[in-house]
T-cell receptor
Framework: KAGVTQTPRYLIKTRGQQVTLSCSPISGHRSVSWYQQTPGQGLQFLFE???????NKGNFPGRFSGRQFSNSRSEMNVSTLELGDSALYLC????????????FGSGTRLTVV | AQKVTQAQTEISVVEKEDVTLDCVYE???????LFWYKQPPSGELVFLIRRNSFDEQNEISGRYSWNFQKSTSSFNFTITASQVVDSAVYFC?????????????FGEGTQLTVNP
């Protein structure tokens, strides 16, 4: 059974650009959530999608957005990148939510220069 | 608002020692889930355990054991006879809202170093 796959693993972008990260959940999982991890702020929740609908959203500016497709794959977009957006972005999938457990991918490490 | 506190930022032990990682949580929900994850240098968060708020039984899995006490809002994790491969950052997390809860709140993490 394949795990949660995130692409790309590493990314270097210039300030002001935009970036799209991709997450393929475990087959059959309908919930996909995204987290940002930085040394200063730790692991912070970005948003969660369930059956193509955003079900919950963290406290991040509107530059951070996401979507989920009918096959449950999810993308996360960050526009007008800032240096502070440099982080490890982790995707997690679950059949339906916390009660069923979350499996995380290996993450995408984004560096903004 | 939910909150998780891991007061131990770093712990260093010698191989074969037992070590306990502390986790204290805050929530107003009566139905919630608690988790422990391990993050090795590769970055992936590896699931260790999930416990719901109605199950206070302690659990043992090999060298790992967990002590859940609602009275003190704690969910501590003990590694018995630690090994070098246990070196990692360990995170405790909380999810409110029952089985369909969709948001994990993580503690700050505890960096565990096991020296040979």
């Amino acid at each position: 059974k394949a795990g949660v796959t995130q692409t790309p693993r590493y990314l270097i972008k210039t300030r002001g650009q935009q970036v799209t990260l991709s997450c393929s959940p475990i087959s059959g999982h309908r919930s996909v959530s995204w987290y940002q991890q930085t040394p200063g702020q730790g692991l912070q929740f970005l948003f969660e999608y369930f059956s193509e609908t955003q079900r919950n959203k963290g406290n991040f500016p509107g530059r951070f957005s996401g979507r989920q497709f009918s096959n449950s794959r999810s993308e996360m977009n960050v526009s007008t990148l800032e240096l502070g957006d440099s982080a490890l972005y982790l995707c997690a999938s679950s059949p339906q939510g916390a009660g069923y457990g979350y499996t995380f991918g290996s993450g995408t490490r984004l560096t903004v220069v | 608002a939910q909150k998780v506190t891991q007061a131990q930022t770093e712990i260093s032990v010698v191989e074969k020692e037992d070590v306990t990682l502390d986790c204290v949580y805050e929530t107003r929900d009566t139905t919630y889930y608690l988790f422990w994850y391990k993050q090795p240098p590769s970055g992936e968060l590896v699931f260790l355990i999930r416990r719901n708020s109605f199950d206070e039984q302690n659990e043992i899995s090999g060298r790992y054991s967990w002590n859940f006490q609602k009275s003190t809002s704690s969910f501590n994790f003990t590694i018995t006879a630690s090994q070098v491969v246990d070196s990692a950052v360990y995170f405790c997390a909380l999810s409110e809202g029952g089985a369909s809860g969709s948001r994990l709140t993580f503690g700050e993490g505890t960096q565990l170093t096991v020296n040979p």
